[in-house]
């Protein structure tokens, strides 16, 4: 089972060494958790994830390409044709940018391939879920990703009922997330011994691991990990 630790800020070295599969950067400045820093190296094993809520085309265009990022996360009310704009915009940048001076001389990394970025669309949950919604972002998305309902696009602290998922009618997978935390061992690994987790790719951990906004617990994230890693019988 993949994990993605997202809201990362303040330690991100300490938790790189825990190697996690994805780690989230928040680049939506209501966010508490917000990110402008710098991103130190990272083992290539870890994926850069970009967490945008409603952002242009174009400014997720740039953090693409200032942190050579993996995969962008939509945690908005992105349409399909958005991502659908998105993915093109990617194919159409990569094609310009062959055959521009300044890409060079503006030392913009060519090691980066935008037609490989993963597209994770965000859908919230409350009691019940309406999966007819997924049908317009099958063949655009690379991955959709189950949250709480809350007061914010993400990071509300708590679970919805994962119950829902055994209705989820897709063969794409999904990501896990919403409150997800230490108290949440045992049930989740009940849900992933069920059939409901199928298709489930990544547990994606946040607020329940910090001492502060963007501060993770390293060792309480060691046996989250621990426990993940023999959760699925």
């Known amino acids: 089972m993949n994990l993605k630790v997202c809201g990362m ?10 190697q996690p599969d994805y780690l ?9 958790r917000y990110f402008s820093g710098e991103i130190p190296k990272l083992p290539s094993s870890i994926k850069k994830v970009g967490v945008f809520v409603d952002a242009s085309l174009e400014e ?3 953090k693409v390409e200032e942190y050579q990022l993996n995969a962008v996360q939509l945690h908005g009310k992105e349409t399909a044709v958005y991502c659908k704009e998105l993915k093109e915009s990617f194919l159409s940048f990569r094609a310009q940018s062959r055959n521009l001076k300044e890409f060079h ?8 391939d935008l037609t490989k970025i993963d597209i994770i669309k965000v859908f ?4 019940d879920f309406d999966f007819e919604v997924l049908k317009d972002y099958e063949e655009i998305c690379d991955y959709f990703l189950f949250d709480t309902k809350g007061k914010l696009p993400g990071g509300n602290g708590y679970t919805f009922d994962w119950s829902v998922l055994e209705k989820y009618p897709s063969d794409k997978p999904y990501f896990l997330s919403g409150g997800i935390g230490l108290e949440s061992k045992e049930k989740l690994k009940a849900f992933l011994n069920s059939t ?3 298709n489930c790719f990544a547990i994606d951990v946040n607020s329940k ?3 502060a906004p963007g501060l993770k617990n390293i060792e309480d994230l060691k046996i989250f990990i621990e426990s993940l890693n023999s959760g699925r019988n």
């Open 9 to 18: 800020n303040h330690n991100l070295e300490e938790v790189a060494q825990l």
């Open 24 to 32: 989230g950067f928040i680049f939506w400045e209501p966010s508490s």
């Open 60 to 62: 997720v265009i740039q």
């Open 105 to 112: 001389e503006n030392k913009v990394s060519t090691a980066l």
């Open 124 to 127: 919230s949950i409350k009691d």
């Open 196 to 198: 409901a987790s199928k």
């Open 209 to 211: 691991f910090e001492t």
